[in-house]
């Protein structure tokens, strides 16, 4: 069964202007914008965290409403820091972001879909930042929640890592999630979103497929840089 989030003028005050946006289950939708634009400030709106204003909902469920228990089963977010400073083990990490107990199965699986079943003992100070950033994906993946946000999953990561990253994305929205990522590298937006959202300067400037919203044109406009030659150039 696919997810759908709703949220009505989402906004955080001097960093987010209102916006209205529906997300569906099935979907891959790319966050694009400068350094500052307001990618992670729309995130932490649509999660719901503290200071959002306007109204949030997964499949018709106020977040601002729910219990931890069922917030888990409705929305996953990873923020963009991955310093963690617990000595704990990954699978233990992982564990304690699903509700109830005795989840070491579903720790382990997650990590299987990342390939990173070598890192479950090992402990989360002792991990690469790559290695870490896995885990913490792995750890907001395992609940299966009906929305999964994420604030630049890709970063940290080698090219191998980011392509396995976003096929694992495309397959938890195969699954009926709707998946919202925010991400810097422009040619990966296009190759692998269903829909693509511009910020900048705290509001949207563009909503839609990426081979519109990240059109030559808008990609100058914003990022102020344009292919030259098969290179980015600034203009």
């Known amino acids: ?129 790559g290695e870490r950033s896995r885990v913490m994906i792995a750890r907001a993946l395992a609940p299966q929640a009906g929305a999964v946000l994420l604030d630049e999953p890709c970063a940290n990561l080698d090219p191998q890592w980011q392509l396995a990253i976003l096929a694992r994305l495309r397959s938890e929205a195969a699954n009926g999630a709707a998946v919202i990522l925010s991400i810097h590298d422009i040619d990966l937006a296009r190759q692998h979103g269903d829909r693509a959202i511009v910020i900048d300067t705290g509001r949207i400037v563009a909503d839609g497929v990426p081979s519109a919203t990240l059109s030559d044109a808008i990609v100058a406009e914003v990022f102020g840089v344009a292919q030259r030659d098969g290179r980015w150039a600034r203009v």
């Open 1 to 129: 069964m696919s997810a759908r989030l709703i949220a009505s003028g989402a906004a955080i005050a001097g960093r987010l202007e209102p916006c209205d946006l529906a997300f569906e289950g099935g979907t891959v939708t790319m966050l694009v914008g400068p350094n500052g634009a307001g990618k992670t400030s729309l995130l932490h709106a649509l999660a719901g965290l503290s200071g959002t204003m306007g109204d949030i909902r997964v499949d018709g469920d106020a977040i601002a409403t729910l219990s931890p228990a069922q917030r888990i089963r409705h929305l996953a977010f990873l923020g963009a820091s991955r310093e963690v400073r617990w000595p704990l083990r990954a699978r233990d990490y992982i564990a304690l972001g699903l509700p109830g107990t005795a989840h070491g199965d579903r720790a382990d699986a997650a990590l299987a879909s990342l390939e990173a079943s070598a890192l479950a003992e090992r402990r989360l100070d002792h991990l690469s930042t």
